[in-house]
């Protein structure tokens, strides 16, 4: 069999969401990285979205779990259960067998957890495993030239970290993470409700909120929203109306940190790279930056070009799908080198 013959599997272990490509496939599984187990019984009832319906509607007798947490693989059996989960209800058993996978993982991931999902990817079949940088693979997947020699700085602003990364020549030259994204600003956004109103909502309606009308520049058609919630107090249900303008001054908060880690990235980078970022400017990718106005507040603050790239929620696993024929080349290199 040729190595081009050979599925290639590509997995992108997000916080938020779980992605997986098949080759001649395309994107085959796109949901909510969260599992849901019947505690006695140890046993998974759901994954995905199905389980991300349960969140704040469980019972004593459910925990529901998120094998990634902060951009870090908490449990690594919750993960490969979680994928065993999945590829069965997709009945993948035919394209994992012998087939070629790659694993885009935080570039937070330590040496043990990257040794961990190789092992993991070889117990579902694969015989060759790859893990790369989610960073590096939302580049590719965002229209940057990852292999060229000029230097571009990319934002990866996903549900648990922010990775920002200086690329040049096919691999990150510098790159730092923070805790701070997606989930972060769903936080800032309960505290503010709770602080200012009195009242507690969940996570997936502060999730809504931003959403619906989260921003870091005014934008048009702005409206309030709706909000139901449980008042501290009475702890009796209660409804109340948030402003566009009132989200967005508490999204400056956390948005404010990733440019501030972003200065840092930058008064490391090698001036010749500098100037290569001068003139290419940033780009941002991950769920963070459908943030409306986001791009503009990065240009004005930081005085450099920013464009969002297309479909920033799927660069990651775009970018695999990019890399497949690079990952091909480079396992077919020692052969060229031993016919010479």
Same mark, same amino acid.
């Given at each position: 069999?040729?190595?081009?013959?050979?599925?290639?599997?590509?997995?992108?272990?997000?916080?938020?969401?779980?992605?997986?490509?098949?080759?001649?496939?395309? +994107?085959?599984?796109?949901?909510?990285?969260?599992?849901?187990?019947?505690?006695?019984?140890? !046993?998974?009832?759901? *994954?995905?979205?199905?389980?991300?319906?349960?969140?704040?509607?469980?019972?004593?007798?459910?925990?529901?779990?998120?094998?990634? *947490?902060?951009?870090?693989?908490?449990?690594?059996?919750?993960?490969?259960?979680?994928?065993?989960?999945?590829?069965?209800?997709?009945?993948?058993?035919?394209?994992?067998?012998? &087939?070629?996978?790659?694993?885009?993982?935080?570039?937070?991931?330590?040496?043990?957890?990257?040794?961990?999902?190789?092992?993991?990817?070889?117990?579902?079949?694969?015989?060759?495993?790859?893990?790369?940088?989610?960073?590096?693979?939302?580049?590719?997947?965002?229209?940057?030239?990852?292999?060229?020699?000029?230097? #571009?700085?990319?934002?990866? &602003?996903?549900?648990?970290? %922010?990775? *920002?990364?200086?690329?040049?020549? =096919?691999?990150? *030259?510098?790159?730092?993470?923070? !805790?701070?994204?997606?989930?972060?600003?769903?936080?800032?956004?309960?505290?503010?409700?709770?602080?200012?109103?009195?009242?507690?909502?969940?996570?997936?309606?502060?999730?809504?909120?931003?959403?619906?009308?989260?921003?870091?520049? !005014?934008?048009?058609?702005? #409206?309030?929203?709706?909000?139901?919630?449980?008042?501290?107090?009475?702890?009796?249900?209660?409804?109340?109306?948030?402003?566009?303008?009132?989200?967005?001054?508490?999204?400056?908060?956390?948005?404010? !940190?990733?440019?501030?880690?972003?200065?840092?990235?930058?008064?490391?980078?090698?001036?010749?790279?500098?100037?290569?970022?001068?003139?290419?400017?940033?780009?941002?990718?991950?769920? =963070?930056?459908?943030?409306?106005?986001?791009?503009?507040?990065?240009?004005?603050?930081?005085?450099?070009?920013?464009?969002?790239?297309?479909?920033?929620?799927?660069?990651? +696993?775009?970018? %695999?799908?990019?890399?497949?024929?690079? +990952?091909?080349?480079?396992?077919?290199?020692?052969?060229?080198?031993?016919?010479?």
């Amino acid at each position: 069999m040729k190595q081009n013959e050979k599925k290639f599997v590509s997995i992108d272990l997000g916080t938020t969401s779980t992605l997986i490509y098949v080759s001649g496939q395309g +994107i085959v599984y796109n949901e909510a990285s969260i599992v849901a187990y019947k505690i006695k019984e140890n !046993k998974i009832i759901a *994954v995905g979205n199905e389980a991300y319906k349960m969140i704040g509607k469980g019972n004593k007798s459910v925990k529901i779990v998120r094998p990634m *947490v902060d951009g870090v693989i908490t449990d690594i059996r919750a993960t490969t259960k979680q994928l065993k989960y999945i590829f069965d209800r997709l009945r993948m058993q035919a394209a994992l067998k012998k &087939c070629i996978m790659l694993l885009a993982c935080p570039s937070v991931v330590t040496e043990l957890e990257r040794k961990a999902l190789v092992s993991i990817g070889k117990s579902f079949g694969a015989e060759e495993v790859f893990i790369e940088e989610e960073v590096k693979m939302a580049a590719l997947g965002g229209g940057v030239n990852i292999f060229a020699s000029t230097g #571009r700085l990319v934002i990866d &602003c996903g549900g648990g970290t %922010t990775d *920002v990364a200086v690329l040049a020549s =096919g691999d990150i *030259v510098l790159s730092k993470s923070i !805790k701070i994204a997606g989930n972060a600003f769903n936080d800032e956004i309960q505290k503010f409700i709770k602080s200012q109103f009195g009242l507690e909502i969940g996570q997936k309606t502060s999730e809504s909120i931003k959403i619906s009308i989260g921003s870091i520049a !005014k934008y048009t058609d702005e #409206r309030n929203m709706k909000v139901y919630g449980r008042d501290v107090v009475s702890g009796l249900p209660r409804e109340i109306q948030v402003t566009p303008e009132e989200i967005r001054e508490v999204l400056k908060i956390p948005v404010s !940190k990733i440019i501030d880690l972003t200065v840092q990235v930058l008064e490391e980078t090698p001036p010749e790279l500098a100037g290569d970022i001068f003139r290419n400017g940033i780009t941002l990718c991950g769920g =963070g930056a459908l943030i409306r106005g986001i791009d503009k507040y990065f240009a004005d603050t930081l005085q450099l070009p920013t464009k969002v790239c297309e479909q920033p929620l799927l660069a990651v +696993i775009n970018g %695999t799908r990019k890399f497949e024929s690079y +990952i091909y080349d480079k396992m077919n290199e020692p052969k060229r080198q031993e016919i010479i």
